[in-house]
């Protein structure tokens, strides 16, 4: 059975950090690539970034270049998504998902989705 676990997410005010966790399990973990999307209340889904499975490329939506930086520890089956200077319009519920291509941003491209965990981020 595969599993995706978000964490990490919580209250931040804006300029501050969080890091949060997605953490895989069921499949095997370097032969997939991992995204992450975030969906704020009202809105649709949205692309963040996403890692190839060794590694090696990254890729991100242009607003997020510069604050976001995705990296995975393959020893841990964990991919990460560090967020820098948070405003309070990244307040949203993020999520972590599996897809066996690297570099697709549409979110029906994703096989494995985790639950979510949620960043709200104060003014």
């Known amino acids: 059975q595969v599993q995706l676990v978000e964490s990490g997410g919580g209250l931040v005010q804006a300029g501050g950090s969080l890091t949060l966790s997605c953490a895989v399990s069921?499949?095997?973990?370097?032969?997939?690539?991992v995204g992450w999307f975030r969906q704020a209340p009202g809105k649709e889904r949205e692309f963040v970034a996403v890692?190839?499975?060794?590694?090696?490329?990254?890729y991100y939506a242009d607003s997020k270049k510069g604050r976001f930086t995705i990296s995975r520890d393959n020893t841990k089956n964990t991919v990460y998504l560090r967020m820098n200077s948070l405003k309070p319009e990244d307040t949203a519920a993020y999520y972590c998902?599996?897809?066996?291509?690297?570099?697709?941003?549409?979110?029906?491209?994703?096989?494995?989705w985790g639950q979510g965990t949620q960043v709200t981020v104060s003014s």
């Open positions: 998902a599996a897809d066996s291509f690297y570099g697709r941003v549409r979110e029906s491209d994703y096989n494995y």
């Open positions: 890692i190839s499975g060794s590694g090696g490329s990254t």
């Open positions: 069921g499949l095997t973990f370097r032969r997939y690539a």
